[in-house]
Nanobody, 124 residues
Framework: QVQLVESGGGLVQPGGSLRLSCAVS????????MAWFRQAPGKEREFVAR????????DYTAAVKGRFAISRDNAKNTVDLQMNSLKPEDTAVYYC?????????????????WGQGTQVTVSS
């Protein structure tokens, strides 16, 4: 059974940083693309960042480009999201997702396994 467990969320002031991590177990992590999505209160879940199975292709939504960085460690079966210069509008529950493909897009339908989410709150 595939499991994704996120960690690293919390409360941070505007301009601060957080690093989210997602640990994956249950199948060959190195074969599949990964992504981070987020869902703010009252809004639909949205794409944040994605990374291919080798880690050589990354992609970000415009709202976080230049501030967030996605990375993966295939030896440790983890994918991280480094978030810098955080803004109040980054407040959301952040979800890690694993695709059924080695390279996947931005659609949530490309991803078949999801974590339980971790809360990120940016507030002074």
């Amino acid at each position: 059974q595939v499991q994704l467990v996120e960690s690293g969320g919390g409360l941070v002031q505007p301009g601060g940083s957080l690093r989210l991590s997602c640990a994956v177990s249950g199948r060959m992590f190195t074969n599949y693309a990964m992504a981070w999505f987020r869902q703010a209160p009252g809004k639909e879940r949205e794409f944040v960042a994605r990374i291919s199975y080798k880690g050589n292709i990354t992609d970000y939504t415009a709202a976080v480009k230049g501030r967030f960085a996605i990375s993966r460690d295939n030896a440790k079966n983890t994918v991280d999201l480094q978030m810098n210069s955080l803004k109040p509008e980054d407040t959301a529950v952040y979800y890690c997702a694993e695709s059924r493909f080695s390279v996947a897009g931005r659609r949530s339908g490309d991803y078949e396994h999801w974590g339980q989410g971790t809360q990120v709150t940016v507030s002074s």
